[in-house]
């Protein structure tokens, strides 16, 4: 079968190109805004663009607004103007929680202490760690590219400055993140 792009519709696209590109790591990425407010993320369009110097990359859709114009969100909003994140990997365990702060609009802090999460401090960026989070990568903003005319995405290059993971995940000297049930987007 052969799909010529320009003939498909938006929702066609998305489900063509998700189901071909797996499997897809699920960042659940914390920032915060320039008041201290903790955002928190699920990001499904996340992965490696070097290993050195370490950097990541995070695709942020834009929304559309009321006026119709492609507004930022906040994950992408904070990165910008706030220069750090803390992107976790989830474990399928916190399914129900990654599910959640994946809506519209961002967490309350209600809904965060709700959902039961806990915050550390981070070793080298202000933003902090969910705790119970096998994996987290402390990150810094290097880079934005604005994706598309009109603009459909918000593009963030992130340098990792600190990694954690969990004791018992490391196996001669190297992170085995398998016993873990690390959550990705998978297609049966």
């Known amino acids: 079968m052969e799909w010529p792009v320009a003939t498909l519709s938006p929702s066609e696209k998305y489900n063509l190109i998700t189901d071909c590109v797996v499997p897809r790591p ?3 990425v ?3 805004d320039a008041t201290g407010k903790i955002n928190i993320a699920p990001f499904s369009y996340f992965n490696i663009v070097s290993s050195e110097p370490m950097i ?3 695709s942020v859709n834009r929304r559309l607004g009321q006026d119709g114009s ?3 969100k906040d994950t992408a909003l ?3 103007h706030g220069g750090d994140c803390v992107i976790h990997i989830p474990s399928h365990d916190h399914a129900p929680a990654v599910h959640a702060t994946g809506s519209g609009t961002p967490p309350s802090q209600a809904q965060i202490d709700a959902l039961g999460l806990q915050f550390s401090p981070s070793q080298q ?3 902090p760690r969910i705790d119970n989070c096998a994996v987290a990568l402390e990150g810094r903003f290097l880079q934005h590219i604005e994706v598309a005319q009109p603009v459909v995405a918000d593009l963030i290059l992130v340098e990792i400055v600190h990694i954690y993971a969990a004791d018992d995940l490391l196996h001669n000297d190297r ?3 398998e016993p873990y049930a690390i959550a990705a987007n998978k297609k049966p």
């Open 70 to 72: 492609s507004e930022q």
């Open 78 to 80: 904070n990165l910008i």
């Open 26 to 28: 699920i960042a659940w």
């Open 125 to 127: 960026v202000k933003t």
């Open 30 to 32: 914390t920032s915060m």
């Open 56 to 58: 990541v990359s995070l």
């Open 175 to 177: 992170v085995h993140p």
